[in-house]
């Protein structure tokens, strides 16, 4: 459980660094375009997933006041990268100008239903 932390919060600490370095460093319009909104749109997603995983898993805890199992931290970690999915997406779908209020909503019904069918496959 201590070593699944760890390494989420490495993975926090890396994606966030190599955001900052994807963003400083690479010119999205230069030579190097698509390797850099890819490395953008990459560094987002892992340091949404850390991020909002750890948010779910500690606040769980925050809001139970007891110690959760592993297996909690691999749900949050599963919701977390859903929802980073969804932003990611939509920040991509901004970018084509494909984006809109129905887009979103499908994004959002679709790993609404995802998540639906891994909760209830579990039980």
Do not use: C, H
Not at 59 to 78: A, D, P, T, V, Y
């Amino acid at each position: 459980m201590t070593r699944k932390l760890l390494v989420t919060f490495i993975t926090l600490v890396l994606a966030g660094a190599f955001l900052l370095f994807s963003l400083f460093y690479i010119d999205p319009n230069g030579a190097y375009a698509t390797y850099g909104l890819l490395t953008i749109y990459l560094s987002l997603f892992f340091l949404g997933t850390s991020f909002f995983g750890l948010l779910l898993f500690f606040g769980k805890e925050l809001i139970s006041q007891k110690s959760m199992n592993s297996q909690f931290l691999w749900m949050s970690l599963r919701r977390g990268s859903f929802i980073s999915l969804v932003i990611v997406l939509s920040l991509l779908l901004s970018y084509m100008r494909m984006f809109s209020f129905i887009e979103f909503f499908m994004l959002v019904l679709f790993f609404a239903l995802l998540e639906f069918i891994f909760f209830f496959s579990n039980k």
